[in-house]
């Protein structure tokens, strides 16, 4: 079952980043990397059109509470989500406790190990302080950026579900599992 999860109190830091709810004065940086054509397909939207697009999903990510500001170097950079998970696509674990993530990074950052790095750390919040006992975590089969951040992150396969985009697509995808009595100490 979905835990409940309120990261409006939570800052992480890892070597390179801080992990933080997001704040109205990043809204220039989120559009920066929001309106890039290549950036959002990845997760299953469209690049955004204009400012207030992004004024309107900024919004919704402080009012919700699950979705962390990734900063390096003072500037917002990407985005790592708590979601809820599809509880009906996963039965058997409707005894344990657990949440998914999905994620998203500046193409100006790609390939430089910043999402592994903020993935382990959420990876390690949510585990050590919030007590979950799985995440889950997907991608698009055609994403091998996401495939590689799972697979350095410790998930295993799980399975292939269909996964309905914002842009009113269907697209397979790959769902991997990490479960916190399985999980390698320290983080990969």
Known sequence: MNKLIDISDVVLTTERLTLRPWRETDLDDFYEYAKVDGVGQMAGWN???DIEETRRILSYFIEGKHVFAL?????VIGSLGVECYKEANY???SHLQG???GYVLSKD??????MPEAVKAVINWLFDSEGLDFILVGHFIWNDQSRRVI?????RYVKTVTFETRFNTAETCYDYILYRLER???QC
């Open 99 to 101: 949440r998914e993530i």
């Open 184 to 186: 390698r100490k320290p």
């Open 91 to 93: 039965p058997e674990l």
């Open 71 to 75: 900063e390096h170097q003072g500037k």
């Open 109 to 114: 950052y790609w390939g430089q190990g910043l």
């Open 47 to 49: 690049p955004h059109r």
């Open 151 to 155: 697979e350095k992150c410790g998930f």
